[in-house]
Nanobody, 128 residues
Framework: QVQLVESGGGTVQAGGSLRLSCAASGRTFSRYAMGWFRQAPGEEREFVAAITWSPGITYYSDSVKGRFTISRDNAKNTLYLQMNSLKPEDAAVYYC?????????????????????WGQGTQVTVSS
C-alpha cells in the first residue's frame, strides 16, 4: 500500500500558476503509473493528468492540455502538477492517486477505478 499526501493548493487569480506536489511513501513509488484528478462541489471526480513509470508517458484531459504539466521525481518519491494559466473552472479539490501498473493506456489513465490509493486532496481556488 502506498500513502499519498498532496500539498501546494491555495488561492490564485485567474491567469496565475500553482504547483501541486504529492509525496508518496510505503511502496516503491517509481514503478507505478500515477495520476491527478479533481472534484468540484456537486461534480464527479474528473481526470486531469497521468504519468507512467519511466520513461514517463503522459496523458492529459483536453481541458488542461497545454496549461498543466505532470511530472515525477522518482528519487524524491514525489509527483507534481504544474498548473499555469489557471481559470476559474479549474477550481476544485485536487487528488493524486496511484495505480498498481507500470504502464497504462489513455483509457485506463482516465478511469478512477484503475487507481487503488488516493491522497486526501488539496484545495485550489481561482478568483476571477
Amino acid at each position: 500500500q502506498v500513502q499519498l499526501v498532496e500539498s501546494g493548493g491555495g488561492t490564485v487569480q485567474a491567469g496565475g500558476s500553482l504547483r501541486l506536489s504529492c509525496a508518496a511513501s510505503g511502496r516503491t513509488f517509481s514503478r507505478y503509473a500515477m495520476g491527478w484528478f479533481r472534484q468540484a462541489p456537486g461534480e464527479e471526480r474528473e481526470f486531469v493528468a497521468a504519468i507512467t513509470w519511466s520513461p514517463g508517458i503522459t496523458y492529459y484531459s483536453d481541458s488542461v492540455k497545454g496549461r498543466f504539466t505532470i511530472s515525477r521525481d522518482n528519487a524524491k518519491n514525489t509527483l507534481y502538477l504544474q498548473m499555469n494559466s489557471l481559470k476559474p473552472e479549474d477550481a476544485a479539490v485536487y487528488y493524486c492517486a496511484s495505480t498498481s501498473m507500470a504502464y497504462i493506456t489513455a483509457a485506463q489513465a482516465m478511469a478512477p477505478r484503475q487507481y487503488y490509493s488516493w491522497g486526501q486532496g488539496t484545495q485550489v481556488t481561482v478568483s476571477s
